[in-house]
């Protein structure tokens, strides 16, 4: 037997420091495009100032605003504050906002200016001299898609994409990531022709959530699942993201778009890689990416598509108490619009794990209740030693990872009902978040905003996953488009009658959350 050594060997290249305590970002600014936009009044601002109110900011930070408002720096400063009183997770404390609002300035201009990108460039000397912010800017896309490409040209015209040694230039782009593979490469070629691959931050705010980096915890931190984690015990997985809000007010961003390419390219492919992938070797950025491509170029449509995927359109019904109109009657849609707001599909992937194991994943709008979970379902005991009348309430096991809202981990499992007959029947074992743990969990746009400022990759998709996820979708979406309009639904209910009849071809039914 070997003799075991009795001294811990120390790495001398090992990171020593307590990877518990937080990191804070060092010096730079964050500049955000699009700083009059829902998303950044809603989501960034207030997580900027969460960050700050948490002491993850350096003190020699700076918020740049550019947008086409007549603003001054103080006209800025008071649109962030309202937005932060309104939207900020953490407490407004005045002794956090004077600080931060200290480095905030404003450039006014349209993005085909130059000379509004030759003041921005100025402006961003300012905190670097006065503030220290040391020339490392993060620049924040909060805009259409469509502008991109004419941003980036801006930025590399005016200088400001330029990165030295001691400096650094990130760009962060949201969603969508184009609107097929071909846009998508196209969009790709035109960033990194101005920022490389390492310094292009993709947002998939879904990644940011803590529920969704729990599943890496929850799979490779513990001994008891990754047993049944395979094609042995998993009879299917069924990922969903249930919306009941309806599109009103969101023509502009959505027709022509629909839910497949908004949430299904996205989100939930990026969930399905996660809990499909093997172990990575560590968290390294490089690694889980290596991981993620591994099993999304394993990943398949099951064929035929008619049979196979889904798509629907609602209509007018009722939520809750209130009669809500169906889609084309929603202002800015075209009368005849095929835009889908539900869509399914089915998906295997070709891993000795996998074989044989659907993947169904499912979105849509105006269903009957918010809700994104993924549900392991396990395959049926091969024998049950009870009489058959004793089993008739015990459906199958299955492990549901609940996303949002209510946050944590349910196991179904069958328990003996109370009393003289061994009747058996579904019980719940509860894992929540609220109750499990005192600290609230962060936005998942402090986390990624952080991340951006830190430079760390890993809750980012690379070009490589934004490719493989279209590869994936766009047959779906030529099928669809050659097949006319998508079936109706009514609003409030769990999508069209052609997502059931898909999963009940395969024996098997969706589930009610
Ligand atoms: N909202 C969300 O929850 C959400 C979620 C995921 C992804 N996204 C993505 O995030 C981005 C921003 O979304 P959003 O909802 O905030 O959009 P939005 O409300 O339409 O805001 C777009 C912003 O871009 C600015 N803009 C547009 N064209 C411009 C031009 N030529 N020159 C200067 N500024 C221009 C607008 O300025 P004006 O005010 O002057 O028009 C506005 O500030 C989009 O790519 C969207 O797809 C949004």
């Given at each position: 037997m070997p003799n075991r050594p009795t001294d811990q060997w120390v790495n001398p290249l090992r990171d020593e420091r307590d990877k518990r305590l937080p990191r804070i970002a060092g010096p730079c600014s964050l500049v955000i495009f699009g700083v009059t936009g829902d998303l950044a009044r809603r989501k960034l601002m207030p997580a900027v100032y969460d960050l700050a109110n948490r002491g993850l900011l350096p003190p020699g930070f700076a918020l740049v605003g550019f947008a086409r408002?007549?603003?001054d720096h103080e006209d800025f400063g008071q649109v962030v504050h309202d937005a932060v009183r309104e939207h900020a997770r953490t407490p407004f404390r005045e002794d956090v906002w004077e600080r931060l609002s200290e480095g905030f300035r404003f450039v006014r201009g349209t993005f085909d200016d130059d000379a509004a990108f030759d003041r921005l460039r100025d402006t961003l000397l300012e905190p670097d001299k006065e503030?220290?912010?040391?020339?490392n800017h993060a620049f924040y896309f909060?805009?259409?898609?469509?502008?991109f490409p004419v941003v980036c040209e801006q930025l590399s015209r005016s200088g400001l994409a330029d990165q030295t040694e001691d400096t650094w230039r990130r760009v962060v782009i949201e969603k969508p990531f184009g609107h097929d593979l071909e846009s998508a490469k196209e969009l790709n070629t035109v960033v990194n022709k101005v920022f490389p691959e390492n310094s292009v931050f993709r947002i998939d705010h879904y990644l940011g959530k803590e529920t969704v980096q729990n599943i890496l915890a929850l799979r490779f931190a513990n001994q008891l699942f990754d047993p049944v984690w395979s094609s042995h015990y998993v009879d299917h997985v069924q990922i969903t993201m249930a919306e009941?809000?309806?599109?009103g007010g969101r023509a502009g961003y959505y027709d022509g778009i629909g839910a497949a390419r908004d949430v299904i390219q996205n989100h939930l492919i990026q969930l399905m890689a996660l809990v499909a992938m093997e172990e990575p070797i560590s968290f390294e950025p490089h690694e889980l990416q290596t991981e993620k491509i591994k099993v999304l170029s394993a990943t398949r449509n099951i064929l035929p598509l008619d049979e196979n995927t889904a798509r629907g359109q609602y209509e007018a019904g009722w939520q809750g108490s209130e009669k809500v109109p169906g889609l084309l009657d929603e202002t800015g849609f075209a009368h005849d619009s095929t835009t889908e707001t539900f869509a399914a599909l089915a998906l295997e992937v070709d891993s000795r794990r996998w074989a044989g194991v659907p993947f169904y994943l499912r979105t849509g709008k105006r269903l009957g209740r918010r809700v994104t979970e993924i549900a392991l379902v396990f395959k049926r005991a091969?024998?049950?030693?009870?009489?058959?009348t004793m089993t008739e309430e015990l459906s199958q096991n299955a492990l549901v990872?609940?996303?949002?809202?209510?946050?944590g981990i349910t196991l179904r499992f069958g328990s003996k009902v109370p009393g003289s007959s061994m009747e058996v029947r579904d019980v719940n074992m509860d894992f929540s978040y609220g109750q499990a743990f005192t600290e609230s969990s962060p936005e998942a746009y402090e986390r990624l905003i952080l991340d951006v400022l830190l430079g760390v990759p890993s809750l980012f998709p690379v070009n490589a996953e934004v490719e493989l996820s279209w590869q994936i979708l766009d047959p779906v979406l030529e099928h669809w488009a050659a097949s006319g309009k998508p079936d109706g639904y009514e609003a409030g209910t769990w999508g069209p009658q052609s997502a059931e009849d898909m999963m009940a071809r395969h024996g098997r039914a969706w589930r009610r959350p």
């Open positions: 408002r007549d603003w503030r220290g912010t040391g020339g909060s805009i259409p898609p469509d502008a009941d809000i309806g599109l091969p024998h049950l030693p009870f009489d058959q990872i609940r996303v949002q809202p209510d946050e």
